[in-house]
């Protein structure tokens, strides 16, 4: 099974503060994503990545930035955390091909900045 | 733009019973692909049930199923015989392009069904 890692469940941060919100897939996965999931908003693309070294922005790229060094490592950045980033952040990936074998989602990380 | 639309914020239903929830889309492009995602309250991402948007039959998944209605732009899932378990966020998502280009995925807001014995 295909298998997303987000390397925090529960992160609390200062207002200020760089964050970093990693993401690992072990199943050499071309396509990562980031989310942050609202209430009353739903799952808000970020980020996405479709090979190692590029990056497209997303719907709400605003005071995120990413990087994949790595093929399995996608790693979200926050370059100064804010309030209004408190959100629940979900990573997914996908194979080059797409089709109907649906994403695999990561267990989310819930951050709070303080 | 592509748009997807989930206008049940919650939903009930009686154990055993059928329920449909709402799913509209808006696209230009004519190669997508539907997704409908669980998501109980543990936060994980459950992948139910996928509609392509060439498939010329419903999709179905054991209790779920799609109604799909090319023409309406419309993508309901049908869960059968509801059992206490299906109490969760149900997403509705799309792709727009063919499968194997960017396979961006954009979700709708989400309809929280609960229910009940």
């Known amino acids: 099974d295909v298998k997303v890692t987000q390397s925090s469940r529960y992160l609390v941060k200062r207002t200020g503060e760089k964050v970093f919100l990693e993401c690992v897939q072990d199943?050499?996965?071309?396509?990562m994503f980031w989310y942050r999931q609202d209430p009353g908003l739903g799952l808000r693309l970020i980020y996405f990545s479709y090979d190692v070294k590029m990056k497209e922005k997303g719907d709400i790229p605003e005071g995120y930035s990413v990087s994949r060094e790595k093929k399995e490592r996608f790693s979200l950045i926050l370059e100064s955390a804010s309030t209004n980033q408190t959100s629940m952040y979900l990573c997914?990936?996908?194979?080059?091909?797409?089709?109907?074998?649906?994403?695999?989602f990561g267990s989310g990380t819930r951050l709070t900045v303080v | 733009a592509q748009k997807i639309t989930q206008t049940q914020p919650g939903m009930f239903v009686q154990e055993k019973e059928a329920v449909t929830l709402d799913c509209t889309y808006d696209?230009?492009?004519?190669?997508?692909?539907l997704f409908w995602y669980k998501q109980p309250s543990s936060g994980e991402m459950i992948f139910l049930i996928y509609q392509g948007s060439y498939d010329q039959q419903n999709a179905t998944e054991g209790r779920y199923s799609l109604n799909f209605q090319k023409a309406r732009k419309s993508a309901n899932l049908v869960i059968s015989a509801s059992q206490l378990g299906d109490s969760a966020m149900y997403f509705c998502a799309m792709r727009e392009g063919r499968s194997g280009a960017t396979n961006k995925l954009i979700f709708g807001t989400g309809t929280l069904l609960a229910v009940q014995p």
């Open positions: 997914a990936s996908i194979d080059g091909t797409g089709g109907a074998s649906g994403y695999t």
């Open positions: 696209t230009s492009d004519p190669s997508y692909g």
């Open positions: 199943m050499d996965h071309e396509n």
